[in-house]
């Protein structure tokens, strides 16, 4: 079993930027990626963006481009999601998930296997 709590989340105003943050416990060793889903209310789960465990590749959804980024420290079992220039749209709880193993589907939240309880984001305009 792996644990996931995140932390971070708030309300800001559009703009502005906001850093979220993931902690794994438990079963860490057998990670083979994470990856950061919102779901906004009456919306569908969706994909945000995700990172591979041992080499750190990392792949966006369109809508967050070039505004939101995804690391991970290792020795800290943590991963973390800087997000700038938020907008209301990027409104939602965020969760972070963990995935033991490769999947051709790498931004549809089936394959993950564990996740967070959430961390709201509110953006104002």
């Known amino acids: 079993q792996v644990q996931l709590v995140e932390s971070g989340g708030g309300l800001v105003q559009a703009g502005d930027s906001l850093r979220l943050s993931c902690v794994a416990s438990g079963r860490t060793f057998s990670t083979y990626a994470m990856g950061w889903f919102r779901q906004a209310p009456g919306k569908e789960r969706e994909f945000v963006t995700g990172?591979?465990?041992?080499?750190?590749?990392?792949y966006y959804a369109d809508s967050v481009k070039g505004r939101f980024t995804i690391s991970r420290d290792k020795a800290k079992n943590m991963v973390y999601l800087q997000m700038n220039n938020l907008k209301p749209e990027d409104t939602a709880v965020y969760y972070c998930?963990?995935?033991?193993?490769?999947?051709?589907?790498?931004?549809?939240?089936?394959?993950?296997?564990?996740w967070g309880q959430g961390t709201q984001v509110t953006v104002s305009s």
């Open positions: 998930a963990a995935r033991d193993m490769m999947t051709a589907r790498p931004q549809s939240p089936e394959p993950y296997r564990y």
């Open positions: 990172i591979t465990w041992s080499a750190g590749t990392t």
